[in-house]
């Protein structure tokens, strides 16, 4: 007998199902729920447990309705997807409920469901050219780069260039007091207007410069603020000299040519794996583009919100405090959309391809991602395992393998990097190269180390827009920062 009195299609991708429980069922489940009650509630005058049924129906009628609506709804549901054959994505939302104890039981609820996918081309696609050979001024530069990591800070009396280190004091508008600062000509967390500003000054030397800043109320025209910078010390890297003796006291190779070829390997595992990501972002582009499809708009707001989520997260990690920060969440929100609709669709497409060319989850590979898992959380990979299916999200990690492992088919069997960012078994040597060219922690010198500290607090506020409000002036830029490296802004 079917439970689904009528299937209507209210949207591209949402059925609305009506469905009715028989009474028999119902007082079936009435029955069970009321013996339940029996045993759990306490009456006046009777003993736990022995109250007359009729007595308990009475005077829990409220309670057990809702525990008969619980315990049918959910089962009824499952029975009229699996009877209707649905593909669903969401969970359903319940719209109208007509119950009474005592009568059958009847309820509409909609869904969205898996839009259906007509497969056009996907063999054959145009992959960009990437270079993944490193060249020898690129291998020159990790070298030189690597070197600067160990330089020492040694003052000049010269005026400040690209890469010197400036301890200054800084004004901003009319403030009496100056701010202290030490920051490095040119680093990407500086702010730009600050290094033109200290560029070609010696000691002593003051200068001003001019800062557009968010506007005071919402509308206007951003401000322009003027602040006033006096330069007291300068101070130039001095490189180690590149000798095999410096090389061992540094890292744990030998030679400086055997640190030029591991470096040269990390540089190459790094063109290989940029080289994947960009012939997968082709790929899946170009199925988008071959297989246009409408959209479960639920399943397109989840998206965004996890996207929210993640962004809002890293931002906690970075210390800014989400509460005292004033986002437009809602137009983030917005910006983030096209992204969400992208991944959405490709996710889509790649699980019709999977279901057309009968691809699943290798359970190598779900293990593998379990036992990591279960390394980061300092547990065993069956407690992750039971975690997650408690969770309902083992379903969804499974879900995402084999989506990857239909993208690493559709690239022609090359591995390619996995949806969370972790390398896969074949680039592990590359990854102990990497790791081996590493410097030890103790050759840093003292002096450098303090130095570093020092400068990675304060550039991190960008010279701090507020002087007299540091705190405050350090996490809104932290916040502008991140806001700014916002994948759905570009």
């Given at each position: ?213 968010p506007p005071s109320e919402e509308g206007a025209e951003p401000e322009k603020v003027q602040y006033a910078v006096r330069v007291e010390k300068v101070e130039e890297r001095v490189l180690p000299d590149l000798t095999d003796e410096w090389v061992k006291e540094a890292t744990e190779l030998e030679s400086v040519a055997e640190l030029t070829e591991r470096l040269r390997g990390a540089i190459a595992h790094r063109m290989a794996d940029q080289a994947r990501r960009t012939r997968q972002h082709a790929l899946l582009q170009q199925l988008r583009e071959r297989h246009p499809i409408a959209l479960p708009e639920e399943v397109v707001m989840d998206e965004v919100e996890s996207m929210l989520r993640h962004y809002a997260e890293n931002l906690a990690r970075q210390g800014v405090d989400i509460e005292k920060q004033e986002f437009d969440w809602p137009a983030m929100a917005e910006r983030m959309r096209p992204q969400a609709e992208q991944s959405v669709h490709a996710d889509l497409l ?141």
């Open positions: 007998m079917s439970v689904v009195q009528s299937l209507e299609e209210v949207g591209p991708c949402r059925r609305q199902l009506a469905i009715e429980v028989p009474k028999a069922a119902v007082d079936a489940e009435t029955e069970r729920v009321v013996q339940s009650f029996r045993k759990g509630v306490n009456i006046a005058g009777f003993r736990k447990g022995k109250a007359p049924l009729a007595l308990v129906r009475k005077q829990f009628a409220s309670d057990i309705r809702q525990e008969v609506l619980d315990r049918l709804m959910p089962r009824y549901w499952k029975q009229a997807e699996a009877e209707k054959q649905l593909q669903v994505l969401t969970a359903p939302r319940v719209e109208e409920v007509d119950f009474q104890l005592g009568d059958a039981m009847r309820f509409t609820a909609s869904v969205e469901v898996r839009p259906e996918v007509t497969l056009g081309d996907i063999e054959n696609f145009d992959f960009p050219v990437v270079a993944t050979e490193p060249t020898d001024e690129e291998v020159e530069s990790e070298v030189t780069a690597m070197r600067r990591r160990f330089g020492d800070w040694k003052e000049v009396d010269r005026a400040a260039a690209q890469g010197d280190l400036v301890k200054i004091h800084i004004r901003k508008g009319d403030a009496e007091e100056e701010d202290p600062l030490t920051l490095e000509v040119g680093e990407e967390r500086v702010w730009e207007e600050i290094s033109l500003a200290v560029s070609g000054l010696k000691a002593g030397q003051k200068s001003t410069f001019e800062r557009a800043e790649l699980d019709a391809i999977a279901d057309a060319k009968e691809i699943e989850a290798p359970a190598e590979k779900l293990e593998g991602a379990l036992a990591q898992i279960a390394a980061a959380r300092q547990t065993t990979a069956l407690n992750v395992r039971r975690a997650l299916d408690s969770e309902g999200r083992l379903e969804k990690l499974q879900r995402q393998i084999r989506r990857d492992e239909v993208v690493e088919t559709l690239l022609g069997g090359s591995n390619v990097e996995s949806s969370n960012g972790d390398e896969v078994a074949s680039s592990k040597p590359q990854a102990k190269a990497k790791a081996a060219a590493k410097p030890k922690k103790k050759a840093a010198p003292k002096k450098k180390e303090a130095t570093k500290k020092s400068t990675a607090k304060k550039t991190t506020a960008k010279a701090k827009a507020a002087p007299k409000k540091t705190a405050k002036a350090t996490k809104t830029t932290q916040a502008k920062k991140a806001s700014e490296s916002d994948p759905a802004a570009e």
